[in-house]
């Protein structure tokens, strides 16, 4: 099967890249409209989503927790359910905000609309950040 290949020139991240992006981008869209949720609520909400439908629960707990091993989620609290467990309540965090930005963004576009001195407080940023 050929790749496709990305129309916008968006900026393409690992987290939205393979076969768990679809998923990601659902859970980051789940937790971005209502946050904090459990991962019984994402679930509930990812199979509201067309294509995911019949995703199982092991699948979304999955990916939750690598995505919180990734610092995309925190946990906020612990909730207790009806049944008496304790559930994890996750939110995203800025980094999962910006990469969601980012992976709508064109950088073309980007770069075209900023001033001199923002590109470099940005590139500041970007320089710290890898020393």
């Known amino acids: ?68 091993e990734s610092a995309y989620l925190r946990i906020v609290s612990i909730q207790n359910t009806k049944a008496g467990f304790e559930a994890s309540l996750y939110e995203l965090t800025n980094k999962a905000c910006f990469a969601m930005i980012l992976n709508l963004t064109n950088i073309d576009e980007f770069l075209s609309r900023i001033d001199e001195e923002t590109a470099l407080e940005i590139l500041t940023i970007f320089l710290r950040t890898l020393i």
């Open 1 to 68: 099967m050929a790749r496709k290949k990305n129309k916008n020139k968006a900026t393409e991240l690992s987290v939205f890249k393979g076969r768990e992006a679809k998923l990601n981008r659902a859970i980051f869209q789940s937790l971005s409209l209502k946050s904090p949720q459990s991962i019984y609520e994402i679930h509930k909400n990812v199979r509201t989503i067309n294509g995911l439908r019949k995703v199982h629960y092991g699948n979304v707990n999955k990916r939750v927790r690598a995505l919180k």
